[in-house]
């Protein structure tokens, strides 16, 4: 249980409020507003006696002329106050989405690889776009409602009681048995409520896993397979929001039935004789207008805390992503450019302690230049070797230093500016290929330093032959270009950052034998004047490394030049016949 969870309703309001309040002057006014608002309100029941007595009981000529234009004033008044409250709350609503939408923003680009392996895009957007509009529109709505219609109560009560205090009590005592339904309803639909955010979540997950995955839903023949999957969590989704709308349903009426119950009881009350001397004609109508107003504002109140609570379970799930420990990033050194000279001592990893050691023991070094090569099986812990380096994860154990200074001792920033990472899965982004290869960059680079960058990635063929060569859109994670071009273009990216430091992680497996060869002398452009540490398939960049790293279970098994291994004729030698003779 993250400590959300177990946080109180009231203090998730206190930690709400604290949005609310930079704009505290214009609740302030709305909170006037829905003051007019339930005045005019009182008014409008008030009205009524004079109406009824002077005008058609006394037939009295002056009340008869004032009363319609006093009803146009006090409508004038309503509406003019309706709208300064809904404006302002609005106002407010938009103003505070807009504020946690980014530091949900400003988290999640904050949040280690650890969050992410654990969570599912679906998830994530589902909150982003689905539980801060909720938690803003449940909000207003309470707001609303709890002054506004409270108010209204108030004033017609008073109003009420100084047209008759007996009559005004018989009512009041249905209202301690309203209160404990209004508790019981709100209790079940704050249950309710996190259940369908959970399954909100889910149905967004399955929904773009199909549409990022259409391609293997297709060859797979997995249709059937998803529907199913999407069918259930719908179907779940559905049986929730039908809790929610029964017990809404069934509310209401058992709520009016109590009223109605108190209203018959005062009109029998209010016709017995010797009431009917107390009362006139107009403060009895003025009195069960009131009340029938009351109704109306009760009903909302009953019902705002359905919403109240489903607005709980969404900031709930939205302090829960905002209070997630983000990157640990302590290291105060940095270096200007970085020699390039690395070294792992004895590091031991793993991503879940339960799961035990990923890493065991690993230690090598590698001077400013050389490129180190690391084979072996998949799930041997290669990836995970070097992601340490960027620290994507922390080591459990053991150092690792670039140019002599600990990693952890480097702001992550600075740490990072010294490494490129050309992966097996490039990740492009929406928009065009300069901006793709300039990714992050884009402030101080020149449209001829990413041509530059292009043709020495041998990317520059292909780029110049699109028809809008540079400013081409590459699509959603550049679907529109192959593999090959992908990765030059990922290449070129690599090229421009121009960091001492270079990861290429099965950068060329993905391709076959001519487009690898092109990619080979790109790569070849980037691998000069760096420390390389690269997983590759290819026998070529392999054999020309200055150290070769066989890694079996996250254990290094072997370490040496090609010539060595070979003569040694033991782990690496078997893999080279294995994997590499017939390439
Ligand atoms: N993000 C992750 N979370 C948990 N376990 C992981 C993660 N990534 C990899 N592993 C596990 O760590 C081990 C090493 O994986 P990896 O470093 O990707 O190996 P390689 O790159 O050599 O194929 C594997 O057993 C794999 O299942
Ligand atoms: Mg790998």
Redesign the pocket.
Known sequence: MTPTDTMSARELYQRLLTYVKPYWPVFIIAIVAMLIFAATETGLAAIMKPLMDGSFVERDSDTIKWIPLGLIALFLVRGVANFITSYGLGWIARNVIKNLRSEMFDRLISLPASFY?QSTPGQLMSKLLYDVEQVANATTDAILTLIRDTLTILGLLAWMIYLNGTLSLIILMTVPIIALLVYKISTRFRRISKTIQESMGSVSHISSEIIEGHREVKTFGSQQYEIKRFDKVNQQNRRQRMKMVATDAISQPIIQLITVLGLSVVIYLATLPEMLEQISAGSFISFVTAMFMILTPLKRLTKINGKLQRGIAAAQSIFALLDEKAEQDDGTQTLDRARGEISYQHVNFS??SKKGA?LKDISFHANPGQTIAFV?H???????LVSLLARFYPCSSGQIQIDGIDINALSLTNLREQISLVNQQVVLFNDTIANNIAYGQKAHVSNDEIIAAAKAAHAWDFIERLPDGLATQVGQNGVLLSGGQRQRLAIARALLRDAPILILDEATSSLDTEAERHIQAALEALMKQRTTLVIAHRLSTIEKADQIIV?HNGEIIEAGTHTELLNKGEHYAELYRLQFQDK
Not at 378 to 384: D, F, I, P, V
């Open positions: 392996d991503y879940d990923v072996g998949s799930g041997s812990g290669k990836t995970t890694m």
